[in-house]
Nanobody
């Protein structure tokens, strides 16, 4: 059974930073593409960042590019999302996702999902 468990969310002031973590189990993590998505109240879930199996390829949404960094530790079955210069618009539930195959930004292509961690950025 695949489990993805996010942590690291919280309340932060605008301009601050957070590091989200996702611990994976039940999956061959070292060969999985991992990603972060987010969903704000009343909005659809949207892509944030993705990383391929060895960290050699990463993609970011334009909205977070330059402010965020996705990384992974295959020895610890963990994927991280470092977010800096946070804005109120970054407020959302952040989800970790996994898939077999190349990185994509399409929500429907990810087979496995965590339950999310809340990030709230105050102005």
């Amino acid at each position: 059974q695949v489990q993805l468990v996010e942590s690291g969310g919280g309340l932060v002031q605008a301009g601050g930073s957070l590091r989200l973590s996702c611990a994976a189990s039940g999956i061959t993590f070292s060969s999985a593409t991992m990603a972060w998505f987010r969903q704000a109240p009343g909005k659809e879930r949207e892509f944030v960042a993705t990383i391929d199996w060895n960290g050699g390829t990463t993609y970011y949404a334009d909205s977070v590019k330059g402010r965020s960094a996705i990384s992974r530790d295959n020895a610890k079955n963990t994927v991280l999302l470092q977010m800096n210069s946070l804005k109120p618009d970054d407020t959302a539930v952040y989800y970790c996702a996994a898939r077999r195959g190349a990185p994509t930004s399409a929500t429907v292509t990810y087979a496995y999902w965590g339950r999310g961690t809340q990030v709230t950025v105050s102005s």
